[in-house]
């Protein structure tokens, strides 16, 4: 996720349980709208300080002033496709586009209230706007033509909206009532899904929304509470996912989500280009303490357990549970290695990983581990093939079964001397 913080004037980014936030961009007057180009790494930003819209690299760089004289630009959002830009101006009352590099700048629509943010829907060519002047949430046609009303009552202040084009409805915020709302397409059927209960003192006022609709989510920020939060979209099981204790967050004002992850899923979580036996141990870490970081969520079902595990074994190394060297087969070399590690039900609790022993993923190497390794049905055929599949009972397999019936018992405890390999 992405988000502006005009108390700030800063420009961040995190994964969206608000882990590993990274500083894009800083020193602005006045930052608002933001909005990121991610088929050319290129983040776009309004600055109603300075009365300008600016860009640059997500990879960090000098901003590159697009258009300026401005009056009070706030909401922007991009149609990279098409090669524009599209903002409103609370100041000058228009919403306005230009070209991706600032130029032929164009008035789509104009003697408006005060038209805050703006939302494209590119695929039925519609621009939708809230106004906190006229007290609207309105649409028009992407070249500014066939304005329409879609929430024209019981609006007070409204501020940022997003769209679920699939589930057919617009979410958006109302800081004067410090609600968030939705609605279908066309405006009926409104629903109120959140009403901030501020403590004494404190004004909520919420701002940006963001939809994860294929997750199931709203996000929204608060620069009243300073919090960016979450829910279903349905608007049940709201959670904080940063607050003002995070030390990063001062009046938060846009969010941008990215909706790409999916293809962007990898095993090498220490960006040490491979997938080695400290990922799979990092994984197991963030299992065994619950806590659910989501970079490590491999299966995109906002949870991290033994599910992903198995994902990062059989799906992304491609390899099988018990191969303990990860060299893409399990064999007797991976039993010398453990059994060389001496961790066997040592006793001592949580010192073993995967090169150890560890394949259940309780941090110890016991017997359990034989089992999995078993259930995989890896021993002996060699490198796995994709897509993965469950293999049949073979004779490898009751050869594993026959050395870990042998392995766990007393005898061969008091008998294994690792001095031999």
């Known amino acids: 996720m992405y988000w502006s913080?005009?108390?700030?004037?800063?420009?961040?980014?995190?994964?969206?349980?608000?882990?590993?936030?990274?500083?894009?961009?800083?020193?602005?007057?006045?930052?608002?709208?933001?909005?990121?180009?991610?088929?050319?790494?290129m983040l776009y930003w309004n600055d109603n300080g300075s009365d300008r819209?600016?860009?640059?690299?997500?990879?960090?760089?000098p901003p590159e002033d697009l258009v300026t004289g401005l009056g009070f630009p706030a909401g922007i959002d991009l149609d990279v496709a098409g090669g524009k830009m599209y903002w409103a101006d609370a100041t000058t009352n228009k919403i306005q586009r230009a070209n991706l590099d600032g130029t032929n700048v164009e008035d789509l629509v104009t003697k408006l209230g005060d038209p805050y943010y703006v939302r494209l829907d590119l695929e039925n060519r519609h621009l939708y706007w809230?106004?906190?002047?006229?007290?609207?949430?309105q649409r028009s046609n992407l070249d500014g033509t066939h304005v329409i009303d879609i929430i024209s009552t019981g609006l007070i202040r409204t501020r940022g909206l997003d769209l679920d084009l699939a589930g057919g409805k617009i979410y958006w915020a109302d800081r004067g009532t410090d609600q968030v709302q939705r609605a279908n397409l066309d405006g009926t059927d409104i629903e109120t899904l959140y009403t901030a209960q501020p403590p004494r003192g404190v004004?909520?006022?919420?701002?940006?929304?963001?939809?994860?609709?294929?997750?199931?989510?709203?996000?929204?920020?608060?620069n009243g509470l300073v919090t960016i939060q979450r829910a279903d979209l349905d608007g049940s099981n709201v959670v904080n996912v940063l607050t003002a204790a995070s030390g990063i967050l001062t009046k938060p004002w846009e969010i941008v989500l990215d909706l790409r992850l999916d293809q962007q899923v990898t095993c090498d979580f220490d960006n040490n280009g491979i997938c080695d036996g400290a990922d799979i141990d990092a994984l197991?870490?963030?299992?065994?303490?619950?806590?659910?970081?989501?970079?490590?969520?491999?299966?995109?079902?906002?949870?991290v357990n033994q599910q992903d595990r198995e994902v990062w074994v059989g799906d992304l190394r491609r390899t099988?549970?018990?191969?303990?060297?990860?060299?893409?087969?399990?064999?007797?070399?991976?039993?010398?290695?453990?059994?060389?590690?001496?961790?066997?039900?040592?006793?001592?609790?949580?010192?073993?990983?995967?090169?150890?022993?560890d394949w259940d993923?309780?941090?110890?190497?016991?017997?359990?581990?034989?089992?999995?390794?078993?259930?995989?049905g890896g021993y002996g055929m060699g490198e796995r093939a994709f897509?993965?599949?469950?293999?049949?009972?073979?004779?490898?397999?009751?050869i594993l079964l026959g050395l870990a019936g042998f392995a766990l018992s007393d005898a061969f405890r008091r008998r294994f001397d690792r001095s031999q390999f």
């Open 203 to 222: 004004d909520a006022a919420p701002h940006g929304v963001a939809v994860d609709a294929k997750r199931g989510h709203v996000y929204w920020v608060d």
């Open 5 to 41: 913080d005009r108390g700030a004037n800063t420009i961040r980014r995190a994964f969206v349980d608000g882990s590993q936030p990274d500083l894009l961009a800083s020193g602005m007057s006045q930052v608002r709208g933001v909005a990121v180009d991610f088929d050319n790494d």
């Open 387 to 398: 897509p993965v599949q469950v293999p049949e009972p073979c004779s490898s397999s009751l």
């Open 130 to 137: 809230s106004d906190y002047g006229t007290d609207k949430i």
């Open 320 to 357: 099988y549970f018990g191969d303990a060297n990860l060299d893409g087969v399990f064999d007797s070399s991976d039993m010398v290695r453990v059994f060389q590690a001496g961790e066997y039900q040592d006793d001592v609790a949580g010192n073993s990983g995967w090169s150890e022993g």
């Open 53 to 61: 819209i600016q860009r640059a690299p997500l990879s960090g760089g």
């Open 284 to 303: 197991t870490q963030v299992v065994v303490a619950g806590t659910d970081e989501l970079m490590f969520d491999l299966n995109q079902d906002q949870l």
């Open 361 to 376: 993923g309780d941090l110890d190497f016991t017997s359990q581990d034989f089992v999995v390794a078993l259930q995989d």
